[in-house]
């Protein structure tokens, strides 16, 4: 209105400004008025334009208001136009998580960084000391189609590449998974558990001595809740120098059940877990036992030494493990048969371990049926200061034998017995501090020193994404 006015007042400004002239030309009221009512029209006209100028500014201002209030969140969820990029999803827990929308392809980075420094004291013969990355690993996983998954991952510890788990898996099928490339046999529990939830900073002695890491080959792993079965066919490792010769081939398989699971027994976290294991093994060439004390480099305190005349190799392994709110027991027995031609006589080797785990905050530690392994402990009460939060704490021991000895074959490897105690801090459910103590007794064919008994001392600070 007030629009309206200013404009019909300049108007009458205007006349009255002319009327000198109009006056001089002795216009009549008629025409004055003719004039006037022309001049209100215009003014009308105008009024209006300016009416829609203004409800235009009004509605730019408002959309220019929403658009700088469009948070991060709204901008990703913006819907790409028919024929642009294919919908994402973007999450980041614990690394970052790139998927699409109906889930079929993905990529996700992972990692692990095991961070070691070892003290010995040493008896008969001089054991290294030293602080190392024990593990540096980085890897890529995903989903590759709707029936596919992938897994590539690399440890660069030592300053030196090497191949972990590098495979496709095929998961169309209902209860189970049919992988192929660079993997574990499926043989022996604790060999099968994640490096990132052992116990102790290194797997057992007998473990080491008589499993594989990673090997090139095809495995079939079927599970339910309560129980879990594998079975593969392989070669050699990924970083195997050729050599011109046939590559060793070897058959696994392995089974276990949660004996509590399957009765229907389950109370809380308990877990009666049973398992067993058999490998059959064809080597081209020589074959070879040998263990460390609980250490991830250095000298072997034990150790057949390459041997030939040899036809195959049978390792049968028995498996039992149990979970009781936040105690923890866990151990395995392994029996090698090595069959030999060209008048050599055969041998056998075995060796056991035994051991067990307190978390004294009353954590559980968690057991997967489909698997047949434990995995990872998640604090109650995480650690943070700010929080008032102390992570979880568990006390552990440990008893092992390892007999690489067998007289009537001519093969003198040593016997050795380790006894551990450690402690593990889980500050997360990614990083815990461990500390270990190994005292170690061997008998007078130990392959560094006759009767050669250190004590090691292991602390690690571990991390993975």
Same mark, same amino acid.
């Given at each position: 209105m007030f629009k309206k006015t200013l404009l019909l007042s300049s108007a009458l400004a205007l006349i009255a400004a002319t009327s000198p002239a109009m006056a001089a030309d002795q216009m009549s009221m008629d025409e004055i008025q003719a004039q006037l009512q022309q001049l209100a029209s215009q003014v009308q006209s105008l009024s209006k334009v300016v009416e829609q100028q203004n409800k235009t500014i009004k509605k730019q201002a408002t959309e220019?208001?929403?658009?700088?209030?469009?948070?991060?969140?709204?901008?990703?969820?913006?819907? =790409?136009?028919?024929?642009?990029?294919?919908?994402?999803?973007?999450? *980041?827990?614990?690394?970052?998580?790139?998927?699409?929308?109906?889930?079929? $392809?993905?990529?996700?980075?992972?990692?692990?960084?095991?961070l070691d420094s070892t003290q010995i004291h040493d008896d008969k013969f001089d054991h290294a000391n030293n602080s190392n990355f024990r593990r540096a690993r980085l890897g890529f996983k995903g989903n590759l189609g709707e029936d596919f998954k992938y897994k590539s991952e690399i440890d660069f510890a030592g300053e030196a590449v090497a191949f972990k788990e590098v495979t496709l898996t095929y998961t169309g099928l209902e209860n189970a998974d049919i992988k192929v490339g660079h993997q574990k046999p499926a043989f022996g529990m604790e060999q099968n558990t994640s490096s990132n939830y052992l116990l102790f900073t290194e797997r057992s002695a007998p473990t080491n001595a008589f499993t594989r890491d990673e090997e090139i080959g095809i495995n079939v792993l079927a599970g339910g809740s309560n129980w879990s079965l594998g079975a593969g066919v392989f070669n050699e490792d990924g970083g195997n120098a050729g050599t011109g010769e046939d590559e060793d081939v070897t058959f696994d398989v392995r089974g276990s059940v949660n004996v509590l699971g399957l009765a229907g027994n389950n109370v809380g976290d308990n877990v009666l877990h049973l398992g067993a294991g058999y490998s059959h093994r064809k080597p081209t060439g020589t074959v070879r036992f040998r263990a460390r004390p609980g250490t991830g480099d250095g000298a072997r305190q034990i150790d057949t030494g390459s041997f030939g005349a040899v036809d195959n190799v049978g390792v049968y392994n028995a498996e039992l493990a149990a979970v009781a709110g936040p105690l923890s027991f866990q151990g395995e027995y392994f029996m090698t048969d090595v069959n030999r031609s060209g008048g050599s006589m055969d041998a056998e080797f075995d060796g056991? $371990?035994?051991?067990?785990?307190?978390?004294?905050?009353?954590?559980?530690?968690?057991?997967?049926?489909?698997?047949?392994?434990?995995?990872?402990?998640?604090?109650?009460? =995480?650690? !943070?200061?700010?929080?008032?939060?102390?992570?979880?704490?568990?006390?552990?021991?440990?008893?092992?034998?390892?007999?690489?000895?067998?007289?009537?074959?001519?093969?003198?490897?040593?016997? *050795?017995?380790?006894?551990?105690?450690?402690?593990?801090?889980?500050?997360?459910?990614?990083?815990?501090? *461990?500390?270990?103590?190994?005292?170690?007794?061997?008998? !007078?064919?130990?392959?560094?020193a006759a009767n050669d008994d250190p004590t090691v001392y292991n602390v690690r600070a571990q991390w993975d994404f």
């Open positions: 220019l208001e929403k658009q700088k209030h469009v948070s991060a969140e709204s901008i990703a969820n913006i819907q =790409p136009s028919a024929g642009g990029l294919s919908d994402v999803k973007i999450s *980041m827990k614990p690394s970052p998580k790139i998927e699409s929308a109906d889930g079929k $392809y993905s990529f996700q980075p992972f990692g692990r960084v095991h056991y $371990y035994a051991q067990a785990g307190w978390l004294i905050t009353g954590e559980s530690r968690p057991y997967k049926g489909k698997t047949g392994n434990f995995s990872r402990v998640k604090p109650k009460s =995480p650690f !943070s200061l700010k929080e008032g939060g102390w992570g979880a704490w568990e006390v552990l021991a440990r008893y092992d034998n390892t007999d690489l000895n067998d007289v009537s074959a001519g093969i003198t490897g040593g016997e *050795m017995d380790t006894t551990s105690v450690g402690v593990n801090w889980h500050l997360t459910d990614h990083i815990r501090l *461990m500390a270990n103590v190994i005292d170690v007794d061997t008998n !007078s064919n130990a392959a560094t």
